[in-house]
């Protein structure tokens, strides 16, 4: 379905909310007394007013979160109380769930409910790592000498320096500031100009929760400043990691800057992955899913199974299973709750999704889908758009769209589906169809990505697994005990038992 005619709304009629800069628990203006607007990408309207911060307001930040590492009062305090910070986080998040699904709404296009189980998402995560700060521990080693003791203890890494990006803005920050927190660390954070509101809202929430002063500081600017805030806190020498989601391209850039002063890097980057579907999978359920896993949020996330691998002798059936799903998305209002798909985030991301829509003509044959024209307010929606027959080499398949296209490939035997998977820049996730357990294992342990998913996609609904790529997808791990470990630093002690 294509979207309604606008209507107006009561929220958009309100005046649009006005977010500060965190900096040491402090509101306040960006020193310039600079502003930016956040455009709603539905309706064009004005969905929030920013404070604009710059390089120096960045050193500002960075400062007072050294200065609370530094203190010690947070990083090497009683676990009890990160714990009961990260606790009271998760019911702050879930009483004002309906603010953040909202704030998440008229930035980003997000369909409330979609934002609602982000919004979820969050509460679980702060949960789970708040009872990770009670398990912290360390080993010891006390048999291979009669007379020394070896401590192996693991310590809070430093100052984190945080760059989120904006199709998940509120999960994606959390994923890295509860543990960061949980571990000891002090943060700054910079969410994408395109989505800031959710972390703003983060920032607040931490001050009714009791957070010390200076351990969240939150800078928001737009994209010229944002690249100079995001490079202050790569080549910082008072940031000891630095964390990253976006484009393959951007992660470089950190990573160049922050080899300046060889600080921990964790970059969490782009996605071509396959969903693998054989002649022997649960046909009814293989086909719905594959919608989800490369619709949800509108194509814009970057595990999304956007290579669609079907064995040849179902290849048709499935084909045509999987359009007459893709068919019954409700494309509209983000903020009304039967929409399950909303726009792209912006003009921008328009062009470029309808530009590999047009390169999907000449590479592979069009099932379903393409573009709804856009007016002069926005409405920047691409339905449910499926290629058949592409070739694994072409544009379409082996580079990052970050939309809703998806391009079916056909294969042979268990062994084509394996290389094809792997011929690709990427690995960050995967799926796998099959009612053979062997198989399911054969091809888990041979295409090389982050995760991978049998039977389902997305989830199976085990919270908490590390999530991650391999290949120009990243490095590093959030969520999970591997996210924790991510913010601590090994130091051993090898003590002397005098006589």
């Not at 309906?98 to 934002?115: C, D, H, L, N, W």
């Not at 084909?319 to 903020?335: F, N, S, T, W, Y």
Request: net charge negative; with cysteine.
């Amino acid at each position: 379905m294509t979207a309604e005619p606008k209507r107006a709304r009561a929220e958009d009629l309100a005046a649009p909310a006005s977010f500060d800069l965190h900096i040491n628990s402090e509101r306040r203006q960006a020193r310039s007394g600079a502003t930016f607007e956040r455009i709603n990408p539905f309706d064009g309207s004005v969905a929030g007013i920013f404070a604009n911060a710059n390089a120096d307001d960045a050193r500002l930040a960075i400062t007072a979160a050294r200065a609370a590492f530094d203190a010690g009062d947070w990083s090497f305090g009683p676990s009890r109380k990160r714990y009961q910070v990260l606790a009271r986080m998760a019911e702050l998040i879930a009483a004002n769930a309906q603010e953040f699904a909202y704030r998440m709404s008229v930035e980003s296009g997000k369909p409330i409910t979609t934002a609602h189980g982000e919004v979820m998402g969050a509460v679980k995560t702060f949960q789970y790592y708040a009872g990770q700060a009670l398990a912290l521990e360390g080993s010891a080693v006390s048999d291979r000498v009669p007379d020394a003791l070896g401590l192996i203890l693991h310590e809070p890494i430093g100052v984190a320096g945080f760059i989120t990006p904006w199709n998940f803005p509120l999960l994606n920050p959390v994923c890295k500031i509860a543990p960061a927190l949980a571990a000891g660390c002090t943060v700054v954070i910079k969410p994408s100009h395109l989505c800031p509101g959710p972390a703003s809202l983060l920032a607040q929430n931490f001050e009714e929760a009791g957070l010390p002063r200076g351990v969240v500081n939150v800078l928001t600017s737009d994209l010229e400043r944002g690249g100079v805030v995001g490079q202050e806190l790569a080549r910082s020498p008072l940031v000891d990691k630095i964390a990253f989601t976006g484009s393959t391209a951007t992660g470089r850039a950190v990573m160049r800057g922050a080899s300046e002063t060889n600080k921990k890097v964790a970059l969490e980057l782009g996605g071509k992955s396959a969903n693998i579907v054989f002649a022997d999978a649960p046909f009814d359920a293989a086909a719905a899913t594959a919608i989800g896993a490369f619709c949800y949020n509108s194509g814009q996330q970057c595990s999304a199974g956007t290579r669609l691998l079907v064995q040849r002798e179902i290849y048709e059936e499935f084909l045509a299973a999987v359009v007459k799903a893709a068919e019954k998305q409700v494309v509209g209002d983000p903020l009304d709750p039967t929409t399950t798909m909303g726009p792209l985030i912006n003009g921008d991301q328009f062009a470029r999704v309808t530009s590999y829509i047009d390169v999907g003509h000449q590479e592979g044959e069009l099932l379903t889908g393409g573009a709804v024209a856009p007016d002069q307010d926005g409405n920047f929606f691409v339905r449910p758009t499926i290629f058949g027959n592409v070739s694994n080499s072409g544009r379409l398949a082996q580079e990052e769209i970050f939309g809703p296209v998806l391009a079916a490939i056909p294969f042979d035997a268990e062994a084509d589906a394996i290389r094809i998977a792997n011929e690709s820049l990427y690995g960050l996730a995967g799926g796998v169809w099959t009612r053979s357990i062997d198989k399911a294992l054969r091809v888990v342990k041979g295409v090389r990505t982050g995760k991978v998913f049998v039977n389902c996609y997305n989830s199976a609904g085990i919270d908490d697994m590390p999530h991650g790529g391999m290949k120009d997808s990243g490095i590093g791990r959030e969520f999970g005990r591997e996210g924790l470990a991510e913010y601590q630093v090994a130091k051993t002690v090898q003590i002397k038992i005098q006589p």
